[in-house]
């Protein structure tokens, strides 16, 4: 794909051998199996992985250890952490991203190695998680304010707050293995529960180097990272039934067979991030030029290996040659490289097998009557494949039916609207899609429509998450849950509240409990 370039200085990786987890406010050193962590980035001119690390192969032992670490630490309710003042955790928050700052460089370059994102997108992972934190902090300030106050209504008053949930079993994606984990981790933290973490197979080291700062910064128990294969580790927990919450950015196949192992479903709320299969619509009067850079941009940033991606894209036929034209000129420009490369787009695959799935992808679609329209589509090397414009796409091709999550852009045709909304419609899928177009008469009723298919509507621009403060969902089997900066504060918790008669006994006692600020519920004073 590209010549060999030796490694530049600053990046050379040097293996890291991580011994320890951390469980009940302990860092235990594991004297166990371990699993190693190979990048399929390489370091040598005769291509070979290389092996970046090894982290703890942990069992059903240490996961049930975990386990029982939160659930003290919960306290049924009664922990410290679970009933401590909204001021309080905040510093705590605070002091451990004051701490994390310091963990900068070497998470990156992790993240460059284990998953080949390019050192501006690792570097921007982690400074938007930074951010994330303080803009969650500031709207869990705003929730306390807006709870300290008490409510009457025929002749009851009510004091009104969110309370945590219990204990959390949370599990991340690899392809955003900092920002998308802390998404679930501080809410939950932050409303008051315990979490057992348990990071992705790849993208598993970048979290070694926060351990001890959430040993330092943490009451013991509070929060508790394993490593290991998820039917290993993940599924003992479950079957115990005592897990509250299962947050989960990834698959649904994974966070099914999860659900489906939990003795009592009904007693377990679902927060959960799942697949995508995200459409750009490119109407007649759409601005070429912009909805080629968004689409380019849309479908292949990363690789096309995010849940946002733009996973198929529906072009009108009276402008189909000029739009593909130039979009699979703009592809076929994107430069391969490694991650530290200036100016690279499209950088190794991290999964061995990717490149031979795409490949599976882009033979059925041949084989099914599609061509491959841009020159480069479908070159291969050993940990990647360039990514091919696949046309005409019909429904029954795979690319068609499934979330690719890697390098390949389906494109289908069309002359009249209804065809693609309805398409949209049957979609197992509902999370977001990109319109292109002007008239304000086409677009009015296609709006008016898409909000009730899917979540986000991007009116001349790419999918994408961003900014953290709006909604983050999906319809259908897109998500179950809302996470932004407001939304996962609520999701984590649930409100609680206590209600008091209107008599002056009663009052009394609240006004004495208000008074000495010994009830870290009932309190009328908030951080500012």
């Known amino acids: 794909m590209s010549e060999f370039q030796p490694i530049p200085k600053a990046y050379i990786c040097n293996p890291l051998q991580h011994k320890t987890y951390l469980i009940n406010g302990e860092l235990r050193e594991w004297t166990g199996a371990y699993d190693e962590v190979y990048s399929t980035i390489s370091s040598t001119e005769v291509y070979a992985p290389t092996l970046v690390g090894s ?32 001021r309080d955790r905040i510093e705590i928050l605070e002091r451990f991203t004051e701490k994390m700052k310091t963990k900068r460089d070497e998470v990156m370059h992790l993240m460059m190695w284990e998953i080949g994102k390019t050192i501006s997108e690792s570097q921007k992972e982690f400074d938007r998680t930074i951010e994330y934190i303080y803009d969650t902090i500031e709207e869990y300030k705003k929730l306390d304010r807006d709870s300290a106050h008490f409510q009457k209504r025929d002749g009851v008053y009510a004091h009104i707050r969110r309370g945590p949930l219990g204990i959390v079993l949370c599990l991340g994606p690899y392809n955003y293995p900092l920002n998308e984990a802390f998404a679930l981790l501080i809410p939950a ?17 970048l979290i070694t180097p926060l351990l001890e700062i959430f040993k330092e910064c943490f009451p013991k128990g509070v929060i508790n990272i394993i490593f290991g294969r998820g039917r290993e580790i993940a599924t003992p927990i479950m079957e115990t039934g005592r897990v509250d919450v299962l947050a989960l950015i990834g698959n649904s196949r994974s966070a099914i067979a999860l659900q489906d192992k939990h003795p009592h479903k009904n007693r377990l709320r679902l927060i959960l991030g799942l697949e995508a299969k995200n459409p ?28 946002t991606a733009l996973k198929i894209i529906y072009v009108h036929n009276a402008i189909k040659e000029e739009f593909l034209s130039k979009f699979t000129e703009r592809v076929d420009a994107l430069p391969f490289g490694n991650p530290w490369e200036l100016n690279v787009k499209l950088t190794p695959l991290p999964e061995p097998d990717k490149p031979q799935y795409i490949q599976d992808l882009i033979d059925d679609a041949l084989n099914k009557g599609a061509k491959i329209l841009n020159k480069k589509g479908g070159e291969r090397s050993e940990n990647f494949i360039f990514p091919a414009v696949l046309a005409p796409v019909t429904p029954d091709m795979r690319v068609y039916q499934e979330e690719q999550f890697g390098p390949v852009v389906p494109v289908r045709f069309f002359s009249d609207i209804e065809e693609v909304r309805q398409e949209i419609a049957d979609s197992h899928y509902g999370q977001q899609v990109s319109l292109f177009g002007k008239d304000i008469y086409t677009l009015a009723p296609l709006i008016d429509n898409l909000v009730n298919l899917v979540c986000r509507v991007n009116l001349n621009s790419l999918c994408q998450r961003g900014p953290d403060v709006f909604p983050f969902t999906g319809r259908k089997d897109s998500a179950v849950g809302t996470l932004s900066v407001y939304d ?39 951080v500012l």
């Not at 309710?77 to 679970?82: D, P, S, V």
């Not at 932050?190 to 080291?205: A, F």
């Open 55 to 86: 982290v703890p192969h942990l069992d059903k032992e240490q996961a049930l250890e975990a386990l029982e670490a939160a659930a003290n630490a919960f306290g049924k309710g009664n922990g410290l952490w679970a009933t401590m003042r909204v």
């Open 189 to 205: 933290l932050l409303m008051g529960n315990t979490v057992i973490y348990k990071p992705p197979k790849y993208g598993v080291l």
């Open 280 to 307: 750009a619509i490119i109407l007649p009067d759409a601005d070429i030029e912009l909805a080629v850079n968004e689409c380019v941009t849309g479908a292949l940033t990363f690789n096309g290996q995010r849940c």
């Open 488 to 526: 996962a504060l609520r999701s984590f918790s649930i409100r609680t509240f206590v209600a008091s008669k209107d008599n002056p006994y009663n009052n009394e006692i609240l006004e004495n409990l208000l008074k000495t600020g010994i009830s870290n519920f009932v309190h009328n004073d908030y």
